[in-house]
């Protein structure tokens, strides 16, 4: 089985950072992408950030130029970097992993809140 345990998430004012991170564990040949989605109430979930093994990264719209996505490949962790923060960011976040074990399976962290305030 594989672990995705999320951390850092809080409540900050607009204006404020935050940093969440991930932690991937279990059974793990390789970790192809990565990456952080979110959910606000009543909206779907979206693609806050990926990145591949190799370091390329893509952001949604909305988060680009704000937020940072980072990795640790040997430690199999991932990192958003989360400035300039507005009420809208306010949203549950997700950590995701494609994780390489004989095939592809895509795992979900439990989900992190991140709440901003005006």
């Known amino acids: 089985q594989v672990q995705l345990v999320e951390s850092g998430g809080g409540l900050v004012q607009a204006g404020g950072s935050l940093r969440l991170s991930c932690a991937v564990s279990g059974s793990i040949i390789s970790i192809n992408r990565m990456g952080w989605y979110r959910q606000a109430p009543g909206k779907q979930r979206e693609v806050v950030a990926l990145i591949t093994t190799g370091g390329s990264t893509n952001y949604g719209d909305s988060v680009q130029g704000r937020f940072t996505i980072s990795r640790d490949n040997a430690k199999n962790t991932v990192h958003l970097e989360m400035n300039s923060l507005q009420p809208e960011d306010t949203a549950v976040y997700y950590c995701?992993?494609?994780?390489?074990?004989?095939?592809?399976?895509?795992?979900w962290g439990q989900g992190t809140q991140v709440t901003v305030s005006s």
């Open positions: 995701h992993a494609r994780v390489n074990y004989y095939r592809q399976i895509d795992y």
